[in-house]
């Protein structure tokens, strides 16, 4: 019986466990495959996510009756049963259809069923593929694996990397464009003026010279690559540093072929200011004349180098007042290319001609912000932006064949080799329409353009308030007046020369606070330079007349010539000359000059000495020094004049009085004695 039970609670307790074996088995298999699912379907998300179509070139135009255009592609993770499908759309015909397309409006149906490519194994590892797309001139029955392109246009293209014959919302797509010419009947062709502003650049420290010498070197192979015509504009500011920094043979060598590059038949170079500026940013009357002394300086400068070969006539406009550009007129510029941004709003049909500029004799171009936007500022590759830039030249020249397109080329396009190989490839001599100038030769050649009733086209600037400036103009007014005083101490040298320079450096447009701060440093340390440099000896001085002329001796410690002015302060005396003007020279250092004084009091005072700039505003020296006067004060010396005035007045009333009573005496006397002898000898007769 005992046997029995404990048999069945054997079987019982294996009957039991069995389902919790099972349930444990099952959840360690759970727990060994779910992270491999979950990873392998992370890995197909993630290949998903990375799959990519990418343009890298493609051929600019094609000439109507062309057997092919070919294609380069960068395809990213491809899928083992993906293709190219490459399909064409109506051509567009006017610049708001093209706009639509540019702005991402869904193209309508593809004029035909598109051309399938099959994906070659290096595409699949990862390397770029080159295909060709045949095309087909006429016929109605399309051929097999072309695309029919039966007139000359502006095509639509899209680009797709695709698993199925349905096109998927998922599949990576590039939109690009088919620009095709006819031969026998060419279009009329737009200008186009590349302009390469070399932009300023820092040299305020060892890292940021350094830095900036890559950048300028860069600029330059990339620069040298281009044949077409090119308009160079650079300031005289960022010139002459980049020569000064030129220490090692390779920056040299890049600045010697810069300057040789720009020497080439197909080049010009503006003129320009030392640095660019903001001229709305010194309207106020303590900064008037700084553009003129940019201008002045960098048209110095840059004549200095006769290897540039710049255009005297011609310059770049980034900002301006009409007091700017009355500044470029007195010097002899008649022609500006300038920035669309700054100019009011013209009809987009008026943009691309030659116009004068209100209340000036300028005659101007602008630069076209549309272009810019198409062919920097779009989206996709340089390649693809470069199709699209081409795309509304060959719209631009059936609408506008007199234009003229100044492209703006900026500074991150600069140095991206991509970016300017597609531009160049665009614009080349094989474009039918677009025309390579300089923008010297399209201000020449550009007929002026008139306004919508047949008028002269007149642009006005925008009125707009300046953007903030980093510059302290508080500081910097101050430091420009201090200049002015330290130049008519010292003459025109070497060191206010650099202070010149260096103040006209610290109102650039693209400098940062630390350059800023830095220029506006070094013009104080050369105005600060002569801070008690001219000390005057104490002495007592005696003061024995009215006007006196004082012997006062002065040390010049600056170790250079200087001409300053001294001003001598003080209640009881007057300076006769204040303006004079005294040289004093840097050796002997010490040297005695009379400075003239009406004195007003008398006693022991002292007098305060200051030594400054001709103009007062800079302070070279200052002391005090003892003068005693044995004059009398104004009020004691006409109270002395008016007793002895009254004392002589007395004395002559006095003496006159004497003198009359004398008389008055002596003529009395001489009557009596008359009568006394007259009388006498009647007595005597009558004694008898």
């Given at each position: 019986?005992?046997?029995?039970?404990?048999?069945?609670?054997?079987?019982?307790?294996?009957?039991?466990?069995?389902?919790?074996?099972?349930?444990?088995?099952?959840?360690?298999?759970?727990?060994v495959?779910?992270?491999?699912?979950?990873?392998?379907?992370t890995?197909?998300?993630?290949?998903?996510?990375?799959?990519?179509?990418?343009?890298?070139?493609?051929?600019?135009?094609?000439?109507?009756?062309?057997?092919?255009?070919?294609l380069?592609?960068?395809?990213?993770?491809?899928?083992?049963?993906?293709?190219i499908?490459?399909?064409?759309?109506?051509?567009?015909?006017?610049?708001?259809?093209?706009?639509?397309?540019?702005?991402?409006?869904?193209?309508?149906?593809?004029?035909?069923?598109p051309?399938?490519?099959k994906?070659?194994?290096?595409?699949?590892?990862?390397?770029?593929?080159?295909?060709?797309?045949?095309l087909q001139?006429?016929g109605d029955i399309r051929r097999?694996?072309?695309?029919?392109?039966?007139?000359?246009?502006i095509y639509?293209?899209?680009?797709?990397l695709?698993?199925?014959?349905?096109?998927?919302?998922d599949?990576?797509?590039v939109?690009?464009?088919?620009?095709?010419?006819?031969?026998?009947?060419?279009p009329?062709?737009?200008?186009?003026a590349q302009?390469?502003?070399?932009?300023?650049?820092d040299?305020?420290?060892?890292?940021?010279?350094?830095n900036s010498?890559?950048?300028?070197?860069?600029n330059?192979?990339?620069?040298?690559?281009?044949?077409?015509?090119?308009?160079?504009?650079i300031?005289?500011?960022?010139?002459?540093?980049?020569?000064?920094?030129?220490?090692?043979?390779?920056?040299?060598?890049?600045?010697?072929?810069?300057?040789?590059?720009?020497?080439?038949?197909?080049r010009?170079?503006?003129?320009?200011?030392?640095?660019?500026i903001?001229?709305?940013h010194?309207s106020?009357p303590?900064?008037?004349?700084?553009?003129a002394e940019?201008?002045?300086?960098g048209?110095?400068?840059?004549?200095?180098?006769?290897?540039?070969?710049t255009?005297?006539?011609?310059?770049?406009?980034?900002?301006?007042t009409?007091q700017?550009?009355?500044?470029?007129?007195?010097?002899?510029?008649?022609?500006?290319?300038?920035?669309?941004?700054?100019?009011?709003n013209?009809?987009?049909?008026?943009?691309f001609?030659?116009?004068?500029?209100?209340?000036?004799?300028?005659?101007a171009?602008?630069?076209?912000?549309?272009?810019?936007?198409?062919?920097?500022?779009?989206?996709g590759?340089p390649?693809?932006?470069?199709?699209?830039?081409?795309?509304?030249l060959a719209l631009?020249?059936?609408?506008?064949?007199?234009?003229?397109?100044?492209?703006?080329?900026?500074?991150?396009?600069?140095?991206?080799?991509?970016?300017?190989n597609a531009?160049?490839r665009?614009?080349s001599?094989?474009?039918?329409?677009a025309?390579?100038?300089?923008?010297?030769?399209?201000?020449?050649?550009?007929p002026?353009g008139t306004?919508?009733?047949?008028?002269?086209?007149i642009?006005a600037?925008?009125?707009?308030?300046?953007?903030?400036?980093?510059?302290?103009?508080?500081r910097?007014?101050?430091?420009?007046?201090?200049?002015?005083?330290?130049?008519?101490?010292t003459?025109t040298n070497?060191?206010s020369?650099?202070?010149k320079?260096?103040?006209?450096?610290?109102?650039?447009?693209?400098?940062s606070?630390a350059?800023v701060?830095?220029?506006l440093?070094?013009?104080q340390?050369?105005?600060d330079?002569?801070?008690?440099?001219?000390?005057?000896?104490?002495?007592?001085?005696t003061?024995?007349?009215?006007?006196?002329?004082?012997?006062?001796?002065?040390?010049n410690?600056?170790?250079?010539?200087l001409?300053?002015?001294?001003?001598?302060t003080?209640?009881?005396?007057k300076?006769?000359?204040?303006e004079?003007?005294?040289?004093?020279?840097?050796?002997?250092?010490?040297?005695?000059?009379?400075?003239?004084?009406?004195?007003?009091?008398?006693?022991?005072?002292?007098?305060e000495?200051a030594?400054?700039?001709?103009?007062?505003?800079?302070?070279?020296?200052?002391?005090?020094?003892?003068?005693?006067?044995?004059?009398?004060?104004?009020?004691?010396?006409?109270?002395?004049?008016?007793a002895?005035?009254?004392?002589?007045?007395?004395?002559?009333?006095h003496?006159?009085?004497?003198?009359?009573?004398?008389?008055?005496?002596?003529?009395?006397?001489t009557?009596?004695?008359?009568?006394?002898?007259?009388v006498?000898?009647?007595a005597?007769?009558?004694?008898?």
């Amino acid at each position: 019986m005992v046997h029995t039970t404990r048999y069945q609670r054997a079987r019982t307790r294996r009957r039991t466990a069995a389902p919790f074996l099972w349930l444990s088995c099952i959840a360690a298999l759970n727990i060994v495959m779910a992270p491999a699912t979950t990873a392998a379907e992370t890995q197909d998300q993630e290949t998903e996510l990375a799959r990519d179509l990418q343009l890298v070139d493609q051929t600019p135009q094609l000439r109507l009756g062309a057997a092919a255009f070919q294609l380069k592609l960068q395809i990213t993770n491809p899928r083992p049963n993906d293709s190219i499908y490459v399909e064409v759309f109506s051509p567009v015909a006017s610049q708001v259809a093209f706009g639509d397309i540019v702005a991402g409006r869904p193209l309508s149906a593809a004029m035909d069923s598109p051309v399938t490519v099959k994906i070659d194994r290096a595409a699949q590892l990862g390397a770029t593929t080159a295909i060709s797309i045949p095309l087909q001139l006429d016929g109605d029955i399309r051929r097999k694996e072309t695309l029919r392109v039966p007139e000359a246009g502006i095509y639509p293209l899209r680009i797709s990397l695709q698993s199925r014959a349905q096109i998927s919302d998922d599949d990576p797509k590039v939109r690009s464009w088919l620009n095709v010419y006819d031969p026998t009947d060419l279009p009329r062709p737009v200008s186009v003026a590349q302009i390469w502003r070399i932009p300023p650049t820092d040299f305020t420290t060892a890292s940021a010279t350094r830095n900036s010498l890559r950048f300028l070197n860069n600029n330059t192979k990339t620069l040298r690559t281009i044949t077409a015509p090119v308009t160079v504009s650079i300031d005289a500011s960022t010139l002459t540093s980049w020569r000064n920094a030129t220490k090692t043979v390779p920056d040299q060598q890049a600045f010697e072929r810069f300057l040789s590059d720009v020497q080439r038949p197909n080049r010009s170079v503006l003129t320009a200011s030392y640095a660019t500026i903001d001229p709305r940013h010194y309207s106020a009357p303590t900064m008037s004349g700084v553009y003129a002394e940019e201008l002045d300086t960098g048209i110095a400068l840059l004549n200095e180098q006769p290897e540039l070969a710049t255009d005297p006539r011609t310059y770049f406009v980034e900002s301006a007042t009409y007091q700017s550009l009355s500044e470029l007129v007195a010097r002899g510029i008649t022609s500006v290319v300038i920035s669309d941004a700054i100019l009011q709003n013209l009809d987009t049909s008026l943009q691309f001609q030659r116009f004068g500029i209100d209340s000036t004799k300028l005659r101007a171009i602008s630069t076209s912000r549309p272009a810019e936007a198409h062919l920097f500022k779009a989206p996709g590759t340089p390649t693809q932006r470069a199709q699209q830039f081409g795309a509304w030249l060959a719209l631009l020249s059936q609408d506008h064949p007199n234009s003229t397109i100044m492209l703006d080329i900026p500074r991150d396009a600069m140095n991206d080799p991509k970016a300017i190989n597609a531009l160049q490839r665009i614009i080349s001599d094989r474009n039918p329409f677009a025309e390579t100038v300089t923008a010297t030769n399209a201000l020449r050649q550009s007929p002026p353009g008139t306004d919508g009733q047949g008028r002269p086209l007149i642009r006005a600037l925008a009125d707009q308030p300046p953007p903030p400036t980093l510059v302290d103009l508080q500081r910097a007014t101050a430091l420009r007046t201090q200049l002015s005083g330290f130049t008519q101490l010292t003459g025109t040298n070497e060191d206010s020369q650099i202070a010149k320079r260096a103040f006209l450096d610290a109102l650039a447009i693209n400098n940062s606070q630390a350059q800023v701060t830095h220029y506006l440093n070094r013009v104080q340390a050369v105005v600060d330079s002569l801070n008690s440099t001219v000390t005057v000896n104490s002495q007592t001085i005696t003061l024995t007349s009215q006007r006196s002329e004082v012997p006062v001796t002065f040390t010049n410690n600056s170790g250079r010539p200087l001409r300053v002015r001294v001003s001598l302060t003080s209640p009881r005396i007057k300076q006769t000359r204040p303006e004079e003007i005294l040289d004093l020279p840097a050796s002997p250092r010490n040297q005695t000059h009379l400075i003239q004084l009406d004195v007003k009091g008398s006693g022991e005072f002292p007098v305060e000495i200051a030594v400054i700039s001709p103009d007062g505003s800079l302070v070279v020296g200052t002391s005090r020094i003892t003068m005693n006067s044995t004059v009398f004060g104004a009020f004691g010396s006409w109270l002395t004049y008016g007793a002895i005035a009254f004392l002589a007045v007395w004395w002559l009333h006095h003496g006159w009085r004497k003198r009359v009573a004398k008389r008055a005496k002596q003529g009395a006397s001489t009557h009596a004695g008359n009568e006394v002898a007259t009388v006498e000898p009647t007595a005597a007769s009558t004694t008898q």
